[in-house]
């Protein structure tokens, strides 16, 4: 399967979304040619640098002599000649485009008659992305935390700070993460900003890239001015959010730091270490460390200050964590003429590959002892019963 990431670092605007992917393998000639028929547009596709990075750039010449209104706009989509799923996805984007202006100026969509709203070349950049995307055809597509730019931006309705009252509500109303950066520019646009709102999740798998696509941006900034989008291979491991609690004791005995272990454990903490450390003022103390799912780090986070005294435990951002899928089986082993049943942990990755195999200790230690067998021979004989059978 082949997934999509955008990284926004220099964020986004509808013909940077559209080089990006022409950049990364779309047919451009396609492209081009759905875009004029969309809207009353000349297209020009070519390649450019961007601050040394080489890049895709789509530029668009609208006839400005017309406008639309977004009735207008979305009669024209639907009654257009595309595929249905790509007109869905057109008349989605402009009406997350309508909703935000709507609710800026007050005024139903029905009657909405902006020139942000029926510029040709909006028009075009949102049904040239549409075809991309659908040329492509990622199994998923994802987005890293974009950058809007500061400062203000003149529009048709006046001067407004970055991003833009649209661009803000578009996103707004979507799950995507943002933050202003420090380039003084407006570098987010809301048809940027609706694209990616619509078409993308907010976090990003573990991934193998495979491509890497650069759409060029208009202006010339004292940082690359692209959007970057990589195509990129599923991981063979499973993604899973956690979060890590940490501690540091300093008057906690063995026996205690013991107990919390199997106490957290037994609280559903997925993983507890403790390390020995160096405290302030040369004393010995431990750090103790907890990976947790995110829900539970408050009520495990308040029994490690209860059973240690502690009196604060940091709590690490969410990290994500790559992790293999695990089943249990069983095998059956034969140690002097005695056949016995042990379980197993089989861990493998997405596409079923087997990556380890490990004996459960508490039945190999079992059989250990009836037979009088190291444990140690017993596990290892044990996993060589499973990858004979390859279970």
Known sequence: MTNLIFDPFMGASGDMVIAALIDLGADSSYIKEVMESAAPVTVNISRTSRGGIAATSVSVIPDTSTTRTYPDIVAGIRSSELPDPMIEDAAAIFDRIASAESTIHNISKDQ???HEIGQADAISDVVGACAAIHDLAPSAIFC???MTGTGFVKTAHGIFPVPAPATLEILCDSKLSWEYGSIEHELLTPTGAAILAHIAEPYIPGCIATRIGYGAGKADLEIPNVLRAILCDDAPLQRDDVEVLETSVDDVTGEVLGNLIEELVAMGA??????????????SGHLIQVIVKPGDSARIARRIVEETGSLGVRISPTKHRLIAERRMESVKITIDNRQWEAAIKIA???NSNILNISAEFEDAKRIAHETGMPVREVMRRIVDCAWEHRI
């Open 348 to 350: 493998t990755d997405s």
């Open 112 to 114: 909405l008659h902006f």
């Open 144 to 146: 890293t935390r974009i």
């Open 270 to 283: 997925y993983d507890v270490a403790v390390i020995p450390a160096t405290m302030k003022k040369g004393r």
